[in-house]
C-alpha cells in the first residue's frame, strides 16, 4: 500500500537540515583534531617557537576551518537555491516498495529504494542519503508514524543503512 505525505519546507527547515548533515559529516574527531592543534599553536608560540612547524599548525588550521565552513555553505546555498525556485514551499511524497516520488511545483523524481544508502534521523528531521554529499530533507513533521516506519523498513529491505 502506498504512503502520501506534502511535506512542507521553510528556510528555518533547512538551516536545521543542512547543520544536521553537517555536523554528521565534519564529525566530532575533526573539532577535536583542530582544537589540538589549535593548543599546539599557542604552545609553540607562547614558547616564542619560530620554526617551519607554527607555520604548519597554522595552515592545518586555516584549511581545516575553511573545509569545515565551505561544507555547510555549498550544502545551505544548494538547499535555498531550490527552495527558491518553489513557488509554494511544498512537495508530494509517494512511497511504495519498490520506489518513492517526490513532486513540487519545480519537478518530478522517481528513485528506486535502493539509491538510499543511508537514512539519518534527526528530532525535526530525516535526510536520506544518494552519496556522501546528496541528500534529501524530509520534514518529520509531516510524516505519520506509520509513514515513517514504512521508510525505515523500505531502506533497510533495499540494503540501505538506518543510523539514528
Not at 599546539?40 to 597554522?58: E, H, N, P, R
Not at 538547499?79 to 516520488?101: C, G, H, I, N, V
Request: charged share 15%.
Amino acid at each position: 500500500m502506498p504512503h502520501e505525505a506534502t511535506l512542507i519546507y521553510s528556510t528555518a527547515l533547512l538551516r536545521q537540515a543542512v547543520f544536521a548533515f553537517w555536523r554528521r559529516s565534519v564529525g566530532v574527531g575533526f573539532f577535536v583534531a583542530l582544537l589540538i592543534a589549535s593548543i599546539g599553536l599557542v604552545v609553540l608560540v607562547a614558547l616564542g617557537q619560530a620554526s617551519w612547524i607554527i607555520g604548519a599548525l597554522a595552515t592545518v588550521l586555516a584549511v581545516g576551518i575553511g573545509f569545515a565552513a565551505a561544507i555547510y555553505i555549498v550544502h545551505y546555498r544548494n538547499s535555498l537555491r531550490k527552495f527558491r525556485q518553489m513557488d509554494t514551499p511544498r512537495s508530494t511524497f509517494r512511497a511504495d516498495e519498490s520506489s518513492f516520488t517526490m513532486s513540487s511545483d519545480i519537478g518530478t523524481t522517481t528513485l528506486q529504494w535502493s539509491t538510499v544508502k543511508e537514512l539519518w534521523q534527526f528530532q525535526s528531521v530525516w535526510l536520506l542519503l544518494y552519496s556522501k554529499s546528496q541528500f534529501t530533507t524530509l520534514p518529520l513533521a509531516c510524516l505519520s508514524p506509520e509513514t515513517q516506519a514504512y521508510i525505515v523498513q523500505c531502506v533497510r529491505a533495499a540494503g540501505g543503512k538506518v543510523d539514528g
